[in-house]
């Protein structure tokens, strides 16, 4: 188990992390919780800088790092379906998109052949990862900023997380765009003769 590869895993930990802190009520705890977010937007970076960097690139980090990208984002987007901040039917679309590209990934991996996250992928997943920040944000301004700042920060919050939930809406339409996408490109390999 390289660096790299462990540095992609830890993110599955921290989702918990994360999560637990956003029902903590201590002051400080949506801080927490958004920092841990933003190292590890920052380790999502670093781990595959590190594998190019050192030469240590392999098949289980390449998938790996796109699966804990998905538990990071499932994650996070039922905790705010729980706090009413992402309405349902756009955490079900996530979900559906999700699982239907991981399982036709398993599918072409059972074929020996490994299919990597394309660009338009890694723009869904970037966008919904902003905007679990901007949603993660607005809490750490009300409970964490606020009492310590002379004005008031409530239209400051609504307006993170309009920013936030839009953010989201925006990467459920690129997660089904993508995912169309992606249907269309590897459905052959996916659907041959044979494994339908």
């Not at 706090?83 to 072409?108: N, S």
């Not at 700042?149 to 919050?157: I, M």
Request: glycine share 8%.
């Amino acid at each position: 188990m390289n660096l790299p590869n462990l540095i992609t895993l830890s993110r599955i930990p921290a989702m918990f992390a994360i999560v637990g802190l956003m029902y903590c009520t201590f002051r400080g705890a949506a801080s927490l919780a958004f920092w841990i977010f933003i190292i590890c937007a920052i380790g999502d970076w670093y781990d595959g800088y590190l594998a190019r960097k050192t030469n240590t690139v392999s098949t289980f980090g390449k998938l790996m790092d796109a699966l804990t990208d998905k538990i990071m984002v499932i994650g996070l987007v039922v905790a705010f379906v729980d706090k009413d901040k992402i309405p349902v039917y756009l955490a079900l679309i996530t979900l559906c998109r999700e699982f239907l590209i991981t399982g036709m990934r398993m599918v072409a991996a059972s074929k020996g052949v490994i299919v990597p996250a394309d660009r338009g992928g890694k723009t869904k997943t970037m966008t919904q990862l902003i905007a679990l920040g901007f949603l993660l944000g607005a809490p750490m301004a009300a409970y964490d900023w606020a009492p310590f700042l002379p004005y008031d920060l409530t239209l400051f919050v609504e307006v993170v997380e309009k920013i936030g939930l839009f953010g989201f809406a925006l990467g459920t339409f690129l997660a089904v765009w993508s995912g169309y996408r992606y249907v269309v490109k590897h459905r052959k390999l996916v659907f041959s003769e044979g494994d339908l």
